[in-house]
């Protein structure tokens, strides 16, 4: 639980919140993973801004990746002011900063970091306490899919799942510290709208009977860290395939993956970047590899290897 603290002593808070992959192939809208690509918020109380009544909020700093952010209703302040509804003092005025490593559009869980963010940040000043797990909640409520913001909000590998009422239900699976992880992406976003829309409506009886399996393959590799698991596992039908070929190099950026020694490598989350799993030694040279497949196809593109952050990130105050 989050300790209330009386606003007045408290000048404000800050957090840091890792970027996350999901799907993971077959793990759709229910796998993610946080790993090491960050945003960094701030929050300080300040004197009344506006008329009173409700939160008010004006922006500081904003720099790296989220000096592009709109400064009106971004991720970050949408879910400050939902939590601080729930929880705090509606007379309240507050200055939000931000700085992101974590590129926009590209599936790597930018709004899922800003969101959990938001959230945390309001719970560490709040006079009230909440839970986590409220907190996922308010960030399903936010988000509408809980595979991002769940790693954003307890580190991890996260399989979760929505439920009628109440937060989402979701477990932490087992990594083979003999993983690597690489990503790549282009210059271009891809929006989670657009690329939702790709989806059919239906698909095969036979698909929705692989996916499963596949899944079911990809939880063990992961656990064993077994090349041949991870191969099969990180196959996907159900959106993988629609979604492909509207990603500027993507089949190259795989294509040099898997030849560089990836085990898997498919779409992080809707896309524009690519994710894949490999050898631990060979994490960078996989990165490497997507990066320079996406350079020759699109003319530019940026690859990373990271780590999995495995521990929930916790708020300090600034007193």
């Known amino acids: 639980m989050f300790e209330g603290i009386d606003g007045a002593t408290v000048r404000g808070a800050r957090v840091r919140i890792a970027c996350s992959t ?68 509606q007379d309240a005025s507050f200055r939000l900063h931000a700085h992101s490593e974590i590129p926009i559009g590209r599936g790597l869980g930018s709004s899922g970091a800003a969101t959990a963010a938001g959230l945390l940040l309001a719970a560490a000043l709040a006079p009230r306490p909440i839970s986590r797990e409220a907190l996922l909640g308010l960030g399903l409520e936010l988000e509408g899919h809980p595979d991002n913001i769940t790693p954003a909000l307890f580190g991890g590998l996260t399989f979760s799942v929505p439920r009628e009422f109440g937060p989402p239900v979701f477990v932490h699976g087992r990594l083979s510290p003999a993983l690597g992880f690489a990503t790549a992406w282009p210059a271009s976003e891809f929006e989670t709208r657009v690329a939702r829309g790709l989806l059919p409506k239906t698909v095969p009886f036979a698909d929705a009977v692989e996916n499963p399996r596949r899944l079911a393959l990809l939880i063990a590799g992961l656990e064993r860290g077994d090349p041949e698991l991870l191969a099969l596992g990180g196959e996907d039908r159900l959106h993988v395939p629609y979604r492909l070929n509207a990603i500027p190099g993507a ?69």
């Open 22 to 89: 999901s799907n993971l192939g077959p793990g759709f809208d229910l796998a993610g993973l946080a790993l090491s690509l960050f945003l960094d918020a701030r929050v300080e109380r300040v004197e009344r801004i506006g008329s009173g009544g409700a939160p008010a909020f004006a922006w500081g700093e904003l720099s790296g990746r989220a000096a592009s952010w709109p400064r009106e209703r971004n991720k970050l302040a949408l879910a400050f002011e939902r939590a601080w509804r729930e929880l705090g003092d």
């Open 251 to 319: 089949r190259a950026g795989l294509a040099a993956a898997r030849e560089a020694g990836a085990w898997l490598a498919t779409i992080s989350g809707a896309g524009s970047a690519l994710f894949a799993i490999g050898p631990r030694e060979r994490a960078s040279s996989i990165a490497d590899a997507m990066r320079a497949a996406l350079v020759t196809t699109t003319g530019d593109g940026e690859g990373r290897a990271l780590e999995v952050v495995s521990e929930p990130p916790r708020p300090a105050l600034d007193s």
